[in-house]
């Protein structure tokens, strides 16, 4: 005789409860469709779909949550944007080590496309350059701050993307830290900009 393991959740615990297994399984490597997702929670095999209209919904609300996480990597539970030079290249390391300690969800909150049906992705990728933006403009002066904005996050993000696909080796946590750390200074100090004292 069989019985059910399905489990009754209210309304927002259901979803919070579906992404957070579906985190589970993406870092796990274990592939997920809505229907697996459904039985490794412990749901109706309908549950996912009051949520999540298909997989790519899932997916862009794992992105965003893992833009959240990124976020306070960098710079912790409250605003904490970085008020010094050595404080903004530690935010790149930060970032890198984010990429290499949880690189399923990096790929996925990178590996996509953004799209209009993904709203909440394009809101927390633009969150992220304008975090980096506000730090630069609070330490530096300079016509180009946007640009250099968008540069030092390319730049960030290639080192992480290079870390990541073993093209720079990542076996040495603190090796990776000073490489990127020399890297990025590097890119501040180049730029005909002048600090402001900080």
Known sequence: ???STNVTYHHGD???TLLATAMEMLEEGTPFSLRALARRAGVSQTA???HFDDRDALEAALAADGFVDLKVALVGDGDGIPATVNGLIEFAVAYVHFALRRPAVF???????CTDSAPQVIEAAQELR??????????FEGDDLDALATACWALV??????HLDGKLDASDLDATARRVRTTFAAVLSAGAIRATGR
């Not at 790929?107 to 496309?113: I, Q, S, T």
């Not at 304008?130 to 330490?139: G, Y």
């Not at 993000?157 to 290079?162: Q, T």
């Open 48 to 50: 996912p779909y009051r």
């Open 107 to 113: 790929r996925l909150m990178f590996g996509n496309e």
């Open 14 to 16: 259901l979803r919070a």
């Open 157 to 162: 993000h290639g080192l992480a993307v290079l």
């Open 130 to 139: 304008d975090l980096l933006a506000t730090a630069l403009h609070n330490l």
């Open 1 to 3: 005789m069989s019985t």
